[in-house]
């Protein structure tokens, strides 16, 4: 797989944009993450922009949020109320903190 998209056809970037958008569903949001980075241009910019790339690109750039915000979601919840889950909150702690919060 070339790494330089000019050397692609127009076939080959829409097949390769929807395998990043459909791997990102195997909870690997970074590939959407590089979706978005690698495929933006040709999606918005240029001469022709690509409309089914550019569909591809919404989804990830909408997976991609999603997936922040839940992260951050999740991040808040344990910092701020893990010491008042009593053990179930030592268990998913990968490592047990000390002392009284």
């Known amino acids: ?5 000019k050397k692609l056809s127009k076939e080959e970037k829409e097949a390769l944009s929807r395998k990043y958008y459909l791997l990102g569903f195997a ?12 495929f933006f241009r040709e999606a918005f910019f ?3 922009p690509n409309k ?9 750039l909408v997976g991609l ?6 992260w951050t ?3 808040v919840i344990y910092q701020r109320d893990r010491a008042s889950w009593g053990a179930i909150g030592d ?4 490592s047990a903190p000390k002392g009284v919060p």
Do not use: H
Request: proline share 5%; aromatic share 14%.
């Open 1 to 5: 797989m070339p790494t330089d998209l």
């Open 91 to 94: 268990q998913i702690s990968l």
């Open 52 to 60: 089914k790339i550019r569909g591809y690109i919404l989804r990830s």
């Open 27 to 38: 909870l690997l949001p970074f590939v959407w993450l590089v979706n978005v980075v690698w």
């Open 65 to 70: 949020c999603v997936w922040i915000a839940g």
């Open 73 to 75: 979601a999740w991040i």
């Open 46 to 48: 240029g001469s022709e």
